[in-house]
């Protein structure tokens, strides 16, 4: 674990209680009644020990989800209560049978009045209620370091009250609940979860699987870039103060990290710039505060940066707003706090409408939000980045070529104004893979011959060239595409002997 998250721990022994509720985030809430289901996955393909029955006994590793969505009218039915969401966290820290008189101080919660009024609070969503009819993109949420699938409550409901799905599984250990340290292990094994979730949604009738996102807080906000990496189904990826910023060395570390994979629109909402009084008190480096190296790297689509002027790292959670102790030296007050948070829901709605709902938002519109904003001065600050001309690929130039039958080659090369010259090696192996084919020879040739334009003193592409039409019984043709090639390397053997055939 860094050393930021192990001083983040520490806030708990320097601090002093808020004086917050959920009726205070004044969250805008969207034209859907919000419904919650908490049910079960399990994935066959590993085992998992759960730690409360004190056996070395393992089971299928059990995903855990809660799941908000747009439902019919919850007029006829209770709204749930911060207890209810408090209780899902003891069951999926593997204290079910802890009283709840308990949970607030057996959590590392101060069991003052404040917090137990907090318990009390009615929230938004209402239990097992049924989905409105049709499909809605879905929000795959990571939670931070062994975290809940509850921690961020207020804002899965405030998105599911606009028309999303959001579907949360507790962050835990490859082998039981416990992680080992923010580790690659660790980091491999919550991926692997959100890819699970991915996988599964097919059998989610009212999920719209061409609009599937990630959300991720501090840890899980690594996590789930590297399942973007891996998996083509996400379409955009929020980081909510993510450990991709502070963790980057862990992700690069792992064998399936590839930064040119990362082709989707990212948005990171950013912790406050910690005083340097606390960076000096906690041994933090100052770097924290600056260096972004994933962000810095990204290029294949929009990216943007949001520093939330007043929220520390614990603040970016409806568990931490509520429930957390404040640091005296750093902490802005609460009702900067909430205002913050709020203004963190409402901006990542407007980004996921942004590209997920398409149809009915743009990008542009977004980049418009962001600067009109009337707050942005106030609490927060941003940048964005556009996304960056790329070099074409020779796949994607093939793809092109494909499409004008590989006729004229060399007007397609310069119309696409492509800066560099595709390697001279996998032109040859393109025009030689195509050739082989019965089905496509002319286009074989028509590629090995763009190729010897573009590297014109390559001896090795004029003699494939040669062999192309030779075998194609185009011995002219043949001939002074090998006399090209000798002429270049006069000791090409395979030249030599292919036009003492043609003259026999």
């Given at each position: 674990m860094s050393n930021y998250f192990l001083a983040f721990l520490l806030f708990v022994s320097i601090s002093a209680k808020g004086q917050t509720s959920v009726a205070d985030l004044n969250l805008d809430y969207g034209p859907y009644e919000v419904g919650y289901r908490y049910t079960q996955l399990i994935d066959n393909s590993r085992s998992y020990n759960v730690k409360g029955n004190w056996t070395t006994a393992t089971i299928a590793r059990p995903i855990p989800l809660s799941i908000w969505f747009p439902a019919q009218s919850t007029s006829a039915s209770a709204p749930m209560k911060v207890m209810d969401y408090m209780r899902v966290l003891k069951l999926e820290e593997e204290w079910e049978y802890l009283p709840d008189s308990l949970i607030l101080n057996w959590f590392y919660y101060a069991p003052n009045a404040q917090n137990k009024a907090h318990l009390l609070e009615e929230v938004k969503a209402v239990k097992d209620q049924a989905v409105c009819k049709g499909k809605y993109p879905v929000v795959v949420y990571a939670p931070s370091y062994g975290a809940a699938s509850t921690e961020n409550f207020a804002l899965c409901e405030y998105l599911a009250s606009y028309g999303y799905v959001v579907i949360a599984s507790p962050s835990r250990g490859?082998?039981?609940?416990?992680?080992?340290?923010?580790?690659?292990?660790?980091?491999?094994?919550?991926?692997?979860?959100?890819?699970?979730?991915?996988?599964?949604?097919?059998?989610?009738?009212?999920?719209?699987?061409?609009?599937?996102?990630?959300?991720?807080?501090?840890?899980?906000?690594?996590?789930?870039?590297?399942?973007?990496?891996?998996?083509?189904?996400?379409?955009?990826?929020?980081?909510?103060?993510?450990?991709?910023?502070?963790?980057?060395?862990?992700?690069?570390?792992?064998?399936?990290?590839?930064?040119?994979?990362?082709?989707?629109?990212?948005?990171?909402?950013?912790?406050?710039?910690?005083?340097?009084?606390?960076?000096?008190?906690?041994?933090?480096?100052?770097?924290l505060n600056t260096d972004f190296e994933f962000y810095d790297r990204l290029g294949k689509a929009p990216a943007y940066q949001l520093k939330m002027l007043d929220l520390t790292h614990g603040n970016f959670s409806s568990f931490g707003v509520l429930f957390a102790n404040r640091d005296q030296r750093q902490d802005t007050s609460d009702q900067l706090i909430m205002e913050s948070y709020n203004i963190l829901c409402e901006y990542s709605r407007h980004f996921l409408d942004a590209f997920l709902k398409v149809d009915d938002f743009s990008p542009s519109k977004f980049d418009e939000i962001l600067k009109g904003s009337s707050v942005s001065s106030e609490r927060f600050s941003y940048q964005t980045k556009a996304k960056q001309a790329q070099p074409m690929s020779l796949a994607e130039f093939n793809e092109l070529a494909a499409k004008q039958n590989y006729a004229d080659l060399m007007t397609l090369y310069k119309k696409a104004k492509l800066e560099q010259k595709f390697h001279q090696g996998d032109l040859n192996n393109l025009g030689l893979h195509l050739f082989f084919n019965p089905k496509s020879q002319q286009s074989g040739i028509a590629v090995l011959k763009f190729a010897t334009e573009l590297y014109p003193e390559s001896a090795n592409l004029f003699d494939s060239l040669g062999e192309a039409y030779f075998l194609s019984n185009q011995y002219p043709q043949a001939t002074r595409a090998f006399e090209r090639s000798l002429m270049l390397y006069p000791e090409n053997v395979n030249a030599n002997n292919r036009l003492k055939a043609m003259k026999q």
């Open positions: 490859a082998y039981n609940r416990s992680f080992t340290g923010g580790t690659l292990l660790d980091l491999e094994t919550q991926a692997r979860d959100i890819e699970f979730i991915i996988d599964a949604l097919d059998d989610f009738s009212f999920v719209d699987t061409s609009r599937i996102a990630t959300m991720g807080f501090s840890f899980g906000g690594i996590s789930n870039v590297l399942a973007c990496i891996r998996n083509k189904k996400i379409k955009a990826n929020v980081s909510l103060d993510g450990s991709v910023k502070y963790q980057f060395k862990t992700l690069a570390a792992s064998p399936f990290y590839r930064q040119n994979e990362f082709a989707i629109p990212f948005i990171h909402f950013s912790q406050k710039d910690i005083p340097v009084a606390v960076l000096e008190q906690d041994g933090i480096d100052p770097a």
